[in-house]
């Protein structure tokens, strides 16, 4: 009761609480989403999350030596080939222009990268709250902000360290709608509103090759709100004039760049869209002069579409427009990268249990959109509302048809889990009670059924300060040796021509290995010469990987203990091999079992990690992490080889028994290990290639000579200690050893 005896509290009560409330969910939005930042900050300097999230560091980094030119093409990709680089340039030039506000040195690159996106996902609760309060009042704007705030999902995107356009471009096309909202709704200034929504559908454009899809989801909700404004009798500018706009002023600003291969699709999508718009409106002239049924309006535009697509495809630039739209159309709905096991491209019910906490949060929002259909019903098809469902239903789709789109899920999911929990209070409240009712009760139960409602978004928040950059470690520790101990290559800031040698390993690892040791990679996350890496790995015989690491111009391979387990089954597939040709994967009440065949003992990375490169004349051992993981036989989690020509140990010999050597070595970790190579005299000659030299080295190294001799005993046939000097190796030298 406010000082009048009024039971209802002020104005400026509201507006007052309203503002608390919103400033706490932004505070604790961005606390969450800074809480990683002290492990992303151990040791010094930036350890970023992720893994695209390097190359977006090395392109920020060039971006503000270059400014505001950024990079088209690395040489240091797909090894010694280079890869044009597609992706749209606004993220990394707004963080490279940061960067340069606070110095622009390595150090400012990387600590601008690291904290754009918990800004950026801090931003997006402020603009959802904007968009639900228009949409749906207050009370539900806050609750939307706060669970926006603490969702597992949203923060795992945004949180400190891990640079990404994704970020930006979902805070953008928020904003789209939210303009789009008001310019749908206000007949006095739907042009600014809609020019708006225009301009940052631009913007959208510059940071996302798939920002057409977004186009599409517009054009679709025009189709069925100018169905209705048919059904309704209403004006139909009202519809038509503000998207017109934000789709005009969108082409006018992509014009300038229409030809650059990162914005065609959206230069299509936005000239496309006014295209449609057009026609459109000649249709629903037509339909209202010629008094056709309304309901024929949507088929009348569903074929007009394939009509107008067939007609294309007799044309060579309609073509091409056909396949941008194919290739669209994979790269939502049939991504063959889900085929190969990446998981972010999995539908969701690949990724997730059924009987799983997520899911259980995907049943709430699911809900909750349930219920703002039977409420539009109900109350009327309001212009704004329908945009928000059709963006709702967007979401929906692209989340179940791929992981990584629950990012995007996570936003509007927000919005309909609040509009859940306040469907239930009204059936859960005081009025709902019997007279005589204790009101506690329902209070009660409104908490349950909130607490309820949270669980599957606030539930992994107790593991959101415990995140690690999957790089901290072992991997860390590897590649600064990499970029100390290996020959520095030429072109690192300046990557136009192939450098000197390329560094080979799983393509998940790539943009570690360029950003951090400098190195070129011949597969990064790109995929870019994943097939070959595959290929490499999987080989069971030295000629077959050789002959790929010289055509690569490969100088070292790193390995790592999950290419033997987790990502075994990825590699296999991306050359096509059924994965349980290599290993068998049980499900054990306590813990997930492999076990690996004799097919994948003969591999060169099974020969590699788990054998030191024994029995390999090409491939040495030159560096091992420090902490030792595996299952039966534990090895060190890092391991580093280098391609060499390899000494030629060779001689003649009166047996006919294979001729073996033996040399032992110990690695930078001072772990004993023991190489071995065995070759079958010919016509009285033998020669074996072997790739460690007996000279005293810095780090992995061998104790003693090279014990040379037939592996049974025979008269006459004592071993023979030889010594193998470094050059011997690296030149491919002969050795003569007669017995």
């Given at each position: 009761?406010n000082?009048d005896?009024?039971?209802?509290p002020?104005m400026e009560r509201v507006?007052s609480?309203?503002?608390?409330?919103?400033l706490?969910?932004?505070?604790?939005?961005l606390?969450l989403r800074?809480?990683?930042?002290?492990?992303?900050l151990?040791?010094?300097?930036?350890q970023?999350?992720?893994y695209?999230?390097?190359?977006h560091a090395?392109r920020i980094l060039y971006?503000?030596e270059?400014f505001?030119h950024?990079l088209?093409?690395?040489s240091?990709?797909?090894?010694?080939?280079g890869h044009?680089?597609?992706?749209?340039?606004?993220?990394?030039?707004?963080v490279?222009?940061?960067?340069?506000?606070?110095?622009?040195?390595?150090?400012a690159?990387e600590?601008?990268?690291?904290?754009?996106p918990?800004?950026?996902g801090?931003?997006?609760?402020l603009i959802?709250?904007?968009?639900t309060?228009?949409l749906?009042?207050?009370?539900v704007a806050?609750?939307s902000a706060?669970?926006?705030?603490?969702d597992?999902?949203h923060?795992?995107r945004t949180?400190?360290?891990?640079?990404?356009h994704?970020?930006?471009?979902?805070?953008?096309?928020?904003?789209?709608?939210l303009l789009?909202?008001?310019a749908?709704?206000?007949?006095?200034?739907?042009?600014w509103y809609?020019?708006a929504a225009g301009?940052?559908?631009?913007?959208?454009?510059y940071?996302?090759?798939g920002?057409?899809?977004?186009?599409?989801g517009?054009?679709?909700y025009?189709?069925i709100q100018i169905t209705?404004?048919?059904?309704?009798?209403a004006?139909?500018?009202?519809t038509?004039a503000?998207l017109a706009?934000?789709?005009?002023?969108?082409?006018l600003?992509i014009?300038?760049?229409?030809?650059?291969a990162?914005?065609?699709p959206?230069f299509?999508g936005a000239?496309?869209?006014l295209?449609?718009?057009?026609v459109f409106y000649?249709?629903?002239?037509?339909?209202?002069?010629?008094?056709?049924p309304?309901?024929?309006?949507v088929p009348?535009?569903?074929?007009?579409s394939?009509f107008?697509?067939?007609?294309?495809?007799?044309?060579?630039?309609?073509?091409?427009?056909g396949?941008?739209?194919?290739?669209?159309?994979?790269?939502?709905?049939g991504?063959?990268?889900?085929?190969v096991?990446?998981e972010?491209?999995?539908?969701i019910?690949r990724v997730y249990?059924?009987?799983?906490?997520?899911?259980?949060?995907l049943?709430?929002?699911?809900?909750g959109?349930?219920?703002?259909?039977?409420?539009?019903?109900?109350?009327?098809?309001r212009r704004d509302?329908l945009?928000?469902?059709?963006?709702?239903l967007?979401?929906?789709?692209?989340?179940i048809?791929?992981a990584?789109?629950?990012?995007l899920f996570s936003?509007?999911?927000s919005v309909?889990?609040?509009l859940?929990?306040?469907?239930?209070?009204e059936r859960?409240?005081?009025?709902?009670?019997p007279?005589?009712a204790?009101?506690?009760l329902?209070?009660a139960?409104?908490?349950?059924?909130?607490?309820l409602?949270l669980?599957p978004?606030?539930?992994?928040?107790?593991?959101?300060a415990?995140y690690?950059?999957e790089?901290?470690?072992?991997w860390?520790d590897s590649?600064e040796?990499?970029?100390e101990k290996?020959?520095?290559?030429a072109?690192?800031?300046?990557?136009?021509?192939a450098a000197?040698?390329g560094?080979l390993s799983?393509?998940?690892?790539?943009?570690?290995?360029?950003?951090?040791?400098k190195r070129?990679?011949v597969?990064?996350?790109f995929?870019a010469?994943?097939?070959?890496?595959?290929r490499?790995f999987l080989?069971?015989?030295e000629?077959e990987?050789?002959?790929?690491?010289?055509?690569?111009?490969?100088?070292?391979?790193?390995?790592d203990?999950?290419?033997?387990y987790g990502?075994?089954?990825?590699?296999?597939r991306?050359?096509?091999?059924?994965?349980a040709?290599?290993?068998q994967?049980?499900?054990?009440p306590?813990a997930?079992?492999?076990?690996?065949?004799p097919?994948?003992?003969?591999?060169?990375?099974a020969?590699?990690h788990l054998r030191?490169?024994s029995d390999?004349g090409h491939?040495r051992?030159v560096?091992?992490?420090?902490t030792?993981?595996?299952?039966?036989?534990?090895?060190?989690e890092v391991?580093?080889?280098?391609?060499?020509?390899?000494a030629k140990?060779?001689?003649?010999?009166?047996?006919?028994?294979?001729?073996g050597?033996i040399?032992e070595l110990?690695?930078?970790?001072?772990?004993r290990?023991?190489?071995?190579?065995?070759?079958?005299?010919v016509?009285?000659?033998?020669?074996i290639v072997?790739?460690y030299?007996?000279?005293?080295?810095?780090?992995?190294?061998s104790?003693?000579p090279?014990?040379?001799g037939?592996?049974?005993?025979?008269?006459?046939?004592?071993?023979r200690?030889?010594e193998?000097r470094?050059a011997?190796?690296?030149?491919?030298?002969?050795i003569?050893?007669?017995?």
């Open positions: 009761m000082g005896g009024d039971p209802f002020s507006r609480y309203e503002l608390l409330g919103v706490a969910a932004l505070i604790l939005g606390s800074l809480a990683p930042a002290r492990n992303a151990a040791g010094g300097g930036v970023f999350y992720g695209d999230s390097f190359y090395r971006t503000a270059n505001p950024t088209w093409f690395d240091y990709l797909h090894h010694p080939l044009p680089i597609t992706w749209p340039p606004l993220f990394d030039q707004m490279a222009g940061a960067a340069l506000l606070l110095g622009g040195s390595p150090g690159v600590a601008a990268a690291a904290a754009f918990p800004l950026l801090t931003s997006m609760i959802l709250y904007l968009l309060k228009k749906f009042g207050m009370r806050l609750l706060f669970l926006l705030a603490i597992s999902k923060i795992a949180l400190f360290g891990l640079p990404d994704d970020p930006l471009e979902l805070l953008l096309m928020l904003g789209v709608i789009l909202a008001h749908l709704t206000d007949r006095d200034r739907w042009a809609g020019a301009v940052m559908m631009a913007a959208v454009a940071s996302w090759l920002a057409p899809i977004y186009m599409i517009v054009l679709i025009a189709t209705l404004d048919l059904r309704e009798g004006d139909v500018c009202e038509i503000p706009a934000a789709f005009g002023a969108a082409l600003l014009l300038p760049f229409r030809n650059e990162w914005l065609i959206s299509i000239l496309g869209s295209v449609a718009l057009g000649g249709l629903f002239l037509l339909f209202a002069a010629r008094r056709l309304w309901q024929a309006f009348t535009v569903a074929f007009l394939y107008g697509a067939i007609l294309s495809s007799s044309t060579e630039e309609g073509r091409k427009v396949s941008l739209l194919a290739e669209g159309i994979r790269y939502f709905f991504s063959d990268l889900a085929r096991g990446v972010e491209t999995m539908p019910f249990e059924i009987a799983s906490l997520p899911v259980l949060g049943v709430f929002a699911l809900a959109l349930w219920i703002l259909i039977l409420r539009m019903r109900e109350e009327g098809w509302h945009l928000f469902l059709l963006w709702a967007l979401s929906t789709a692209l989340m048809s791929q990584r789109f629950l990012f936003v509007i999911g309909l889990v609040s859940l929990f306040f469907w239930g209070t859960i409240g005081p009025s709902q009670l007279l005589r204790d009101p506690g329902a209070r139960g409104t908490a349950a059924f909130l607490l409602l669980l978004a606030a539930v992994n928040l107790p593991a959101v415990r690690q950059p790089i901290s470690g072992d860390s590649l040796w990499v970029g290996t020959p520095p290559t072109g690192f800031d300046r990557p136009v021509e000197e040698y560094i799983w393509w998940d690892y790539g943009n570690w290995i360029l950003y951090k040791s070129p990679v597969a990064n996350n995929q010469g994943a097939e070959d890496a595959a490499f080989a069971e015989s000629e990987a050789l002959a790929i690491a010289e055509a690569r111009d490969v100088k070292y391979i790193i390995t203990q999950k290419m033997l990502k075994l089954p990825a590699i296999a991306w050359i096509g091999e059924d994965p040709g290599y290993v994967i049980t499900a054990d306590e997930v079992v492999y076990a690996h065949t097919k994948f003992l003969r591999t060169l990375l020969r590699l030191d490169s390999l491939f051992l560096y091992e992490s420090e030792l993981r595996g299952l039966k036989i534990p090895v060190s391991k580093v080889f280098e391609r060499v020509a390899g140990i060779a001689g003649t010999t009166p047996y006919d028994e294979p001729v050597v040399l110990t690695s930078n970790q001072g772990r290990f023991q190489y071995f190579a065995s070759a079958t005299p016509d009285g000659r033998y020669e072997v790739p030299s007996t000279e005293g080295r810095e780090g992995v190294h104790i003693g090279y014990l040379v037939p592996l049974k005993d025979v008269p006459g046939g004592d071993s200690e030889v193998v470094e011997e190796v690296l030149e491919g030298m002969t003569e050893v007669n017995f």
